[in-house]
């Protein structure tokens, strides 16, 4: 099994849904 390319891709994942969640945190307090 490629335990590299599941950690890269677990890892790319958990960076895109930090910034998605920051980027939703901002916008949330810009409307408000």
């Known amino acids: 099994m490629p335990a590299t390319r599941i950690q890269k891709a677990l890892s ?3 960076v895109a ?3 998605a ?3 939703m ?3 949330g ?3 408000r």
């Open 29 to 31: 307090a810009d409307y």
């Open 12 to 14: 790319a994942a958990g």
């Open 25 to 27: 945190v901002r916008d």
């Open 21 to 23: 969640i920051e980027q």
């Open 17 to 19: 849904s930090r910034r």
